[in-house]
């Protein structure tokens, strides 16, 4: 019996140390902090890194956050892993955090707060105790776990790519090609004490829910290896989103007009070349850029940022979580983090864009030919010109579809001079296809257009009625009929 165990272990060991080779987790002098909770997978793996310590010629420690989340439990288990670590003399990192506190400082989820408090602790003691990499506990069911409730999240490829192997060259999985059942026939045969977490039975967690129940109906009902094909599955998705992400990189590296610390700006012209899927990983990379990683951002989030380039709007901005800036200007999106909360920018911005300007456009002479009519104004406070022509009712084009910086008016309608102005308080119009009249900034709210955006709006009126807000809607009043017979066609262009 005793040599079948020993077989076992070194089985087990071996599977282990060909995972880090394949993915040259360690290499020989690196110093390995590991990670150790007191449950069965880090305990498992604290063990199986010293077997192979010699192996690979490293220096090990032993970090443990104390989450502070069951009282005496999480008490208890600090000083499980403190005793453990003494027992092979190893340097043991212990810090007691108030992730709950943290977690409605941030409103975060408490998954997501004791992961940002954990990761944080680590990456600390690392910097500060000279470890060059940092060894999880992850295994294979998690893997399975996570793909699948990224799958019921609607999540894209890289999210039910599932837990990489390595991240970042310092973060390592040893464990990611072993099952729990493997892990806890390991401690079973060595006899290796570990404590158990009474939350992983929550089933008011989804995580639960599904290693408690989904996960054994899968295996019982369709597949008895379901998580080793899940991990299958995550490991083809994760290296065909490795190669794609090589592909794009030159993609968007010609997109890229400048970058700084914590900006990018793309041109847009470039990014509209590209298949809708390039385009929404072109905005993706942007926001990592910036950002450091992509949690919290959402399908819809890159929804808006696309529908931002395709709206044929000059201007517009979007607010995306952790402080993302989202900027059109022409032919540019720029992508930014801001210091502040943007609620505070959005404020700041509108009274540093206050503008307060007024045109007149004058009519034209009688008899003027259709020709010579063409007026261009410049609108030197936002860099844009604004052209007026005349058109005959037969030459009307199909202008449901001519965008939204274009619009036609019955002249018979107009009373010049029109005037174009900036959105002012108080600013009313009845909307092309509405009974009634309603507030400018209501409308604005309605559409979700920002504050900063709406300083910038142009209004364009005909003897003090709004005839258009300009870049959105037109006035009902001034659409043109199939009676109408002179139309007059307004534009706007980048000066």
């Known amino acids: 019996m005793t040599s079948l165990l020993k077989d076992y272990k070194n089985k087990l060991i071996k599977t282990v140390g060909a995972t880090i080779k394949a993915y040259r987790m360690i290499e020989p002098g690196d110093s390995v902090l590991v990670g150790v909770s007191g449950g069965p997978d880090s305990v498992a793996l604290l063990h199986i890194i010293l077997s192979l310590a010699q192996q690979f010629s490293i220096r090990v420690g032993v970090a443990h956050l104390n989450h502070s989340l069951r009282q005496k439990d999480s008490d208890d288990d600090a000083e499980f892993v403190a005793s453990f670590a003494r027992n ?9 955090e108030d992730v709950s506190k943290y977690r409605h400082e941030k409103k975060l989820s408490l998954e997501e707060a004791a992961r940002i408090v954990r990761y944080r602790f680590f990456e600390s003691v690392a910097e500060k105790y000279m470890f060059n990499k940092i060894a999880l506990g992850h295994n294979a069911d998690d893997n399975a776990e996570l ?12 999210g039910i790519s599932g837990i990489p192997p390595v991240r970042n060259g310092k973060i390592i999985r040893p464990l990611i090609k072993l099952t729990k059942s493997e892990i806890l026939e390991f401690l079973a045969v060595n006899e290796l004490k570990f404590v158990l977490d009474k939350s992983n039975n929550d089933q008011r967690y989804l995580r639960n829910r599904i290693r408690h129940h989904l996960i054994p109906h899968l295996k019982s009902s369709y597949n008895k290896r379901i998580v080793e094909t899940i991990n299958r599955f995550a490991s083809i998705i994760r290296s065909e989103e490795e190669w794609i992400d090589d592909l794009i990189k030159p993609i968007f590296n010609k997109s890229v007009l400048a970058a700084e610390n914590n900006s990018v700006a793309l041109s847009i012209s470039s990014i509209n070349e590209l298949h809708i899927a390039a385009q929404r990983r072109i905005i993706r990379k942007a926001i990592a850029e ?4 992509l949690r919290r951002i959402t399908f819809s989030h890159i929804e808006s940022v696309i529908s931002l380039l395709n709206s044929g709007h000059a201007f517009g901005c979007i607010d995306l979580p952790d402080r993302i800036w989202i900027k059109r200007d022409g032919d540019t999106i720029s992508f930014s983090r801001e210091k502040s909360l943007l609620r505070d920018l959005y404020k700041k911005l509108s009274d540093e864009n206050k503008l307060s300007f007024e045109y007149r456009i004058l009519k034209p002479e009688a008899g003027f030919k259709a020709e010579i009519f063409p007026r261009s104004l410049l609108i030197k406070e936002l860099g844009l010109n604004m ?6 009712i037969k030459n009307l084009p199909d202008i449901h579809h001519a965008g939204h910086n274009v619009a036609f008016f019955d002249m018979d309608k107009l009373s010049f001079p029109l005037v174009l102005r900036n959105f002012r308080p108080g600013d009313k119009f009845q909307p092309l296809g509405m009974s009634g009249t309603q507030k400018v900034k209501k409308y604005f709210i309605n559409n979700k257009v920002a504050r900063v955006q709406r300083a910038k709006c142009l209004i ?14 037109i006035d009902d009043f001034f659409k043109v009929k199939q009676s109408a017979r002179n139309i007059l066609k307004v534009e706007l262009f980048l000066a």
Request: net charge positive; with cysteine; aromatic share 12%.
């Open 88 to 96: 092979f003399d190893l340097p043991c990192y212990i810090k007691k």
């Open 147 to 158: 793909v699948i409730m990224q799958l019921l999240r609607g999540s894209g490829p890289l």
């Open 290 to 293: 910036i950002k450091g990683n």
């Open 387 to 392: 052209e007026f022509s005349k058109i005959d």
């Open 460 to 473: 364009l009126l005909s003897q003090d009625k709004i005839m258009w807000v300009v870049g959105y809607r």
